[in-house]
């Protein structure tokens, strides 16, 4: 099994920018499709983006479509989410989450189709 820790959460501004990171280990990254979800509070958990094994596609919600850039360095077992022009709404605790794939499927926007998680990051955007 891969174990996931997310990082570089913290408060900014509207309009600023964040770098989150998800670390993998336990297994080598290249065999997961990898995403990333965001839970506000009172809010359903709902998906952000997934990034192919072989990082040569992603899918984006449209809700950060044009913000946000995910990226993955397999050789570092990394994957990063970057996050500009933020706004409140994007304030959540950010997840990510890996999927264990054979083909270069693009990854699912369900939850419940991944099969590991990293215990999450805040974001906090201030108006």
């Known amino acids: 099994q891969v174990q996931l820790v997310e990082s570089g959460g913290g408060l900014v501004q509207a309009g600023g920018s964040l770098r989150l990171s998800c670390a993998a280990s336990?297994?080598?990254?290249?065999?997961?499709?990898i995403g990333w979800f965001r839970q506000a509070p009172g809010k359903e958990r709902e998906f952000v983006v997934a990034?192919?094994?072989?990082?040569?596609?992603?899918y984006y919600a449209d809700s950060v479509k044009g913000r946000f850039t995910i990226s993955r360095d397999n050789g570092k077992n990394t994957v990063n989410l970057q996050m500009d022009s933020l706004k409140p709404e994007d304030t959540a605790v950010y997840y990510c989450?890996?999927?264990?794939?054979?083909?270069?499927?693009?990854?699912?926007?369900?939850?419940?189709?991944?099969?590991?998680w990293g215990q999450g990051t805040q974001v906090t955007v201030s108006s």
């Open positions: 989450a890996a999927e264990l794939q054979t083909t270069d499927y693009i990854g699912s926007i369900t939850s419940d189709d991944y099969d590991y």
């Open positions: 336990g297994r080598t990254l290249s065999t997961y499709v």
């Open positions: 990034i192919n094994r072989s990082g040569s596609r992603r």
